[in-house]
């Protein structure tokens, strides 16, 4: 099966990351045939970095200004039964595809993803999205896979049945959030989506407010994009319109009540215990988080990060109101594709 | 990516519900003979995160129930009669976050069914 993957990774200006990235993947217990960095026309010698370290280097005739425009460039050369596509500051466990690939017994399963761990956990931002991801990939994600339904097949980590994806038309170039609309649209056209909780990756997540801003406002006008794309078809999809309705909802009223009810009800009646209310679901949160965090031995991590995730979750808030206003009310689609970190 | 807000609202009661289903779906796979193996360890380790949700949700009400009274006490300066139920967050919110949950399942149903008549016609 090995011999049947090409190994894609888009790449803007990342020679700061690149190395560990190849070298991640050249350690491999399964070995791909083919890696191809896609060096997006970079300015920092990304692709000569790529080119020393004896992978295939794609450079496209000008910036494809997207990852999915990246991709697609090639995917037009990929021949191999899989394609497997990895964020240029992305690295995986060893065993990491080969987890992934076995996946791939079911004709009709069209892409698979693994567990999501931020690289490095130091700053707020980056606690915060810790939280987040042991958060989702923990509790959320499993559930999703057991009904057969992941909401994502994330796009910094995943595999993809070759001839279904070209069949979609490589990845969407159409929203900010390309892995979202690939997952939406294989599950419009029939096709299946698995998550594998043992095939691990480690991304470097934003840790600046800067970067993190970039982050947030691209997903969340992606998610708002996608729901209004794919939102006829997704109503045929049990579980799945259910997943979208909830985050939906939530998206709304939860943001209006963490920047706007609590903290005016907090100054109206002069009583800051009102302010408990940002907290109040901590089981929903702190339960699964330690469960993953015992097991990975990052207990006391954990810990120390979970305050973070209620800024994150705050502050991801705003964003998802202003895609919500932006994309829904005054029909203004943003998408200038911009890095996050 | 990570859609909407996690651990947050009905997402979070969404989420739970689903678990719960999941475990009579395993037990009753189980009971028939039928258990896939692929899915055990999943279900396995999610009866106990749901069991740790629930008793923390209690647990939380609990906290709750006993902490606010002394502190608007100490804030008022007066003492009040507060008629808090042991776990505030025991059944009313609950109640509402479910009737929430049905309010927009049953929406997501209609719009469905709108959609399906339009393409009908």
């Known amino acids: 099966m090995a011999s049947q993957l090409t190994v894609m990774v888009p790449a803007y200006n990342e020679k700061v990351s690149i190395e560990d990235t190849i070298r991640s993947l050249k350690m491999q217990t399964v070995q791909a045939k ?90 707020l931002w980056e606690r915060g999205r810790y939280i987040e991801y042991l958060l989702a990939f923990t509790w959320y994600k499993p559930i999703q896979d057991y009904f057969e339904k992941p909401l994502i097949s994330s796009g910094c980590f995943s595999m993809y049945r070759t001839n279904i994806l070209k069949e979609n038309g490589g990845w969407p170039e159409g929203t900010l959030a390309e892995d979202m609309d690939l997952t939406w649209s294989f599950y419009e056209k029939g096709y299946k989506v698995r998550f594998i909780p043992e095939a691990v990756c480690y991304p470097i997540e934003p840790h600046s407010y800067h970067f993190m801003s970039k982050q947030l406002r691209r997903w969340s006008h992606g998610f708002v994009q996608n729901v209004m794309l794919h939102w006829k078809g997704i109503l045929e999809i049990p579980y799945l319109r259910s997943f979208i309705a909830v985050s939906l909802w939530d998206a709304v009223f939860a943001s209006i009540v963490y920047l706007f009810v609590l903290p005016i009800l907090a100054i109206l009646f002069a009583s800051p215990i009102l302010l408990i209310g940002y907290v109040i679901d901590i089981p929903v949160v702190l339960v699964p988080v330690l469960f993953k965090a015992i097991e990975r031995k990052e207990v006391w991590l954990a810990l120390m990060s979970l305050p973070s995730f209620f800024v994150l979750r705050t502050v991801n808030g705003f964003f998802l109101l202003e895609a919500l206003y932006t994309e829904l009310l005054i029909k203004k689609t943003f998408l200038v594709y911009e890095k996050g970190h | 990516m990570i859609a909407g807000m996690p651990g947050t609202g009905i997402s979070g009661l969404l989420y739970l519900i689903i678990a719960i289903q999941m475990h009579i779906e395993d037990f009753y796979f189980t009971l028939i ?89």
């Open chain 2, 33 to 121: 003979r039928k258990n896939s193996l692929k899915r055990l360890p999943v279900v396995k380790h999610h009866l106990f995160i749901t069991a740790g949700i629930i008793i923390g949700m209690f647990a939380t009400g609990w906290f709750i129930a006993l902490i606010i009274p002394v502190v608007i006490s100490q804030n008022l300066s007066v003492p009040i009669n507060f008629n808090i139920k042991n776990n505030v967050i025991q059944i009313n919110p609950f109640i509402f976050s479910l009737a929430t949950l049905i309010g927009v399942y049953i929406g997501v149903h209609v719009l469905r069914i709108i959609v399906k008549q339009r393409k009908a016609e």
């Open chain 1, 34 to 123: 083919e890696i191809i960095i896609i060096d997006d026309c970079s300015t920092d010698g990304t692709g000569d970095i790529a080119s020393s370290m004896g992978v295939t280097v794609l450079r496209p005739p000008s910036n494809t200004g997207s990852k999915a425009g990246a991709q697609n460039f090639a995917l037009k050369t990929v021949q191999t039964e899989f394609t497997m596509a990895i964020d240029a500051d992305t690295t995986l466990a060893p065993d990491a595809i080969e987890k992934l690939l076995l996946s791939f017994d079911d004709p009709k399963l069209a892409a698979s993803c693994g567990f999501v761990i931020p690289r490095y956990v130091i700053t």
